[in-house]
């Protein structure tokens, strides 16, 4: 009889673990501070509202993980500069002669540890705010280290983002500026939560100098 229980408890939770399946991490990019790769993925939303998260590990204090622009000046960056992690986002007004209005978020933990870090970058993403009890229009980074979650954002408004598709990860074509250039160290789980999308087959590797094999990491 306790044979028989056994079996259907065993069927059971493969039954509910099919039904149920955990997402699996996506791929770990390895960048050595000389290329980046980018994705240009079909019918990908990238103007107003949205929620990128990945995971990276370095040692080095300077370095670019993630660029995107647009056509009439906007373009946002999450990069690391002196070791802490920054989100810049540069938004301009609709016609141009009222300036611009973005943001700047930067952590005060430094993240060159060679430790896995997650970074959640939010531009105008709807969040649920449980102590006002109510949904809010968030921007800016939320940074999980070891144990611990550091939250770096804003409620405000941004109006008229509007950026391309395509999405530069590890660097970019030129420097962002004398400091921030190629990153070096990995990347992995390259998500979007707005267009349900796991980055994991670029359009483009520089020159195929960004590998795939994170088992090994070297710092240097």
């Known amino acids: 009889m306790e044979i028989v ?10 039954a509910f673990a099919v039904a149920n399946p955990v997402d699996e991490e996506g791929p770990c990019f390895d960048f050595n501070a000389n290329s980046y790769i980018h994705f240009t993925p079909n019918n990908f939303l990238n103007n107003g509202s949205i929620h990128y998260s990945l995971k990276f590990r370095t040692t ?3 370095g670019l993980l993630l660029y995107a622009s647009g056509r009439f000046g906007d373009e946002e960056a999450l990069f690391i500069q002196a070791g802490k992690l920054t989100y810049h986002l540069f ?3 609709p016609t141009g002669v009222e300036g611009y209005f973005g943001g700047f978020f930067q952590t005060r933990e430094n993240v060159d540890t060679g430790d896995w870090i997650t970074a959640h970058v939010y531009r105008m993403y709807e969040v649920e705010d449980i102590f006002q009890r109510r949904s809010r229009d968030q921007t800016g980074l939320v940074v999980e280290i070891g144990d611990q979650v550091y939250r770096y954002v804003d409620y405000l408004e941004r109006d008229d983002i509007s950026i391309q598709p395509t999405v530069y990860i ?11 250039g190629f990153f070096r160290g990995q990347i992995k789980d390259i998500r979007e939560a707005k267009n349900k999308m ?7 590797n520089f020159r195929s100098r960004v ?5 090994q990491f070297n710092p240097q």
Do not use: I, K
């Not at 970019?172 to 004398?178: A, G, I």
């Not at 796991?198 to 483009?204: H, I, R, Y």
């Open 198 to 204: 796991l980055f994991d087959e670029p359009s483009l």
């Open 5 to 14: 229980y056994s079996v259907v408890c065993f069927c059971l939770l493969l």
């Open 170 to 180: 590890g660097g970019f074509r030129e420097p962002l500026s004398e400091t921030v």
């Open 91 to 93: 938004n301009t007004s």
């Open 60 to 62: 080095q204090p300077n």
């Open 211 to 215: 590998g795939r094999n994170c088992f």
